[in-house]
């Protein structure tokens, strides 16, 4: 009986010291479900409710006015509800902006769609399948092995080059693309200089040739593919979309949408690619699609049509002048920025990013409760210990 008692008393303070010692995962690396989806207006919210310091938000927004910075429009979103949202010069919440290069990741989106949808089989399919009527040049046994995946990661092996010169220089490569009469035979008939996926060279020509594949394997172009089956689901307000000769939508540039529909974007793949119970893309692209494929630089990576910056945990739309889709899923936020932000000290998403990470309240997790209460709990383990065993004996 007195070694059953000290069996009870041993299982039940390691039982104790087990649950508190591994609480539950540290929230900042696993973020909540979303549970609220924005349809044609967002439900108003305090950033207190999502867990936000309102007074620092208010800070932000007063830097924003006093370093007159060219923004023109701010959304802010946790739980994919706005805490903080500003517009600035004429725009409103319902004047669409020129995305620049933000327009990659709204095409790479429409792949994966595609993909979900049936008229792609998936990502390991030959780039030259997809135009089986054209005659290209410059054939080789690395051009025909390029991928959908190795266009969607700007990693083809294609000769390309548009950062070696500005985009006023009309021998810049995107320059020579886009004036010619057909840009996508222009890019095919390129000379493979490296093996597929050895080699990332941004490149907005590859973002335009997913922009075609998409409107060959629909039958639609890319446009009406996205207003069919991304825009109008979500009630997202897209304005117009530059096309080139052949009547192409500019996979890589020239599309124009609000920050919200931006936000929106952001939100989707945070909820990986599913929108109130709708499943727009599949889960596995979606994680493909933030998973770095390509490294850049230090802490710099490229995954689907998005940066990845593994260092700070955040991925981003990056276009031109200021323009941002911001997701930072660790603490499920985020952030559209559209500005003209051209000259020196103009562009300062980095500074949003640090004002909305600072606002975040700290909440107490079961991990760091744990690193109060197990210290505590082994001296009273050992106190019931020492009891017990008195127990025992005199009894």
Excluded at 61 to 86: K, W
Excluded at 129 to 144: H, L, Q, S, V, Y
Excluded at 258 to 274: D, F, Q, S, V, W
Excluded at 324 to 337: R, T
Aim: hydrophobic residues 40%.
């Amino acid at each position: 009986m007195r070694f059953r008692v000290l069996q009870v008393v041993s299982f039940i303070i390691l039982l104790a010291l087990v649950q508190v010692g591994a609480g539950t995962p540290d929230s900042s690396y696993l973020p909540a479900d979303i549970t609220y989806f924005p349809d044609t207006e967002w439900t108003a919210t305090t950033p207190e409710e999502q867990g936000m310091n309102s007074t620092i938000l208010d800070e932000m927004m007063q830097f924003i006015e006093d370093s007159d910075a060219p923004i023109h429009g701010l959304v802010v979103t946790r739980n994919a509800y706005i805490v903080e949202e500003g517009y600035w010069s004429y725009y409103t919440e319902n004047i669409a902006h020129h995305l620049f290069s933000c327009t990659k990741s709204f095409t790479g989106t429409l792949v994966g769609i595609a993909i979900k949808e049936g008229f792609i089989d998936n990502v390991s399919q030959k780039v030259l399948d997809f135009f089986p009527e054209m005659t290209i040049e410059n054939m080789d046994a690395r051009k025909e092995s390029m991928t959908l995946e190795h266009a969607l990661t700007m990693t083809t092996g294609l000769d390309w080059n548009e950062w070696n010169t500005t985009y006023e220089d009309p021998d810049n490569m995107y320059n020579q693309m886009f004036g010619n009469t057909n840009p996508i035979q222009f890019f095919l008939n390129l000379p493979t200089a490296y093996d597929p996926g050895e080699h990332w060279a941004y490149s907005t020509g590859t973002s335009h040739l997913l922009s075609a594949i998409v409107q060959e394997v629909t039958n639609m172009t890319t446009r009406e593919f996205a207003d069919e089956y991304l825009f109008d689901p979500l009630n997202m307000t897209a304005g117009g979309w530059n096309a080139d000769l052949q009547g192409i939508n500019n996979g890589g540039t020239q599309l124009y949408v609000t920050p919200r529909t931006m936000a929106k974007l952001g939100l989707l793949y945070l909820n990986n690619g599913t929108w109130n119970s709708q499943e727009m893309m599949s889960e596995e692209y979606t994680r493909q699609a933030f998973t770095s494929h390509a490294n850049i630089w230090t802490d710099l990576d490229y995954g689907y049509q998005w940066w990845i910056d593994s260092l700070d945990e955040q991925i981003s739309a990056r276009g031109t002048d200021g323009q941002y889709i911001i997701v930072i899923p660790s603490v499920n936020v985020v952030i559209a920025i559209t500005a003209n932000a051209g000259g020196p000290g103009e562009d300062i998403h980095e500074e949003i990013i640090e004002y909305v990470l600072n606002s975040i309240l700290e909440e107490t997790t079961g991990t760091e409760l744990g690193n109060y209460l197990l210290p505590i709990l082994g001296v009273a383990a050992v106190i019931m210990v020492v009891v017990a065993v008195i127990y025992v004996r005199r009894s």
